[in-house]
């Protein structure tokens, strides 16, 4: 064999060898640009879910309160880091008035627990109402 001969051979086998690390190395390059383009594609949808939320605030207050929201939550929702999405905050919001309203038209409101009284009661209620009611007897 020639020197040209076991040259072109030895090309060959290392190339071989290179192959599977060149694949390896080209799929780690696609996931990581395909990781990048999809954080890249999330930030331009919150920045456009934060534009439609800024025309939200350009509503006057019975417009918001027709879809379930209050300046207070535009304003929560707004605060919110430029990389979150501020619509997920008022889709809650919206959506909790809306669950209430519909347990309070039902009639399922009574969960709803009445905060106790501050003032002790030291018995003397019962009492003044059964004096009342002996005296009108």
């Known amino acids: 064999m ?12 290392n190339a071989k060898a290179w192959k599977p690390a060149a694949d390896l190395f080209g799929r780690a390059i696609l996931t990581v640009a395909g990781a990048a383009w999809a954080g890249v594609k999330t930030l331009a949808k919150s920045f456009e879910h934060r534009r439609d939320a800024a025309f939200l605030a350009q509503l006057d207050d019975r417009m918001l309160a027709d879809i379930g929201l209050t300046r207070g939550d ?3 929702a707004l605060s919110e880091p430029p990389w979150r999405d501020p619509t997920a905050l008022l889709v809650v919001r919206a959506g909790e008035r809306r669950a ?3 347990r309070a038209g039902s009639g399922l409101a009574r969960d709803v627990v009445a905060a106790p009284s ?3 009661d030291a018995g003397f209620d019962h009492d003044i109402a ?4 002996s005296v009108a007897h």
């Open 130 to 133: 059964g004096a009342a009611m």
């Open 74 to 76: 535009l304003r929560d």
């Open 118 to 120: 501050i003032v002790a």
């Open 100 to 102: 209430h309203r519909r």
């Open 2 to 13: 020639t020197s040209n001969a076991m040259t072109s051979e030895g090309k060959t086998s």
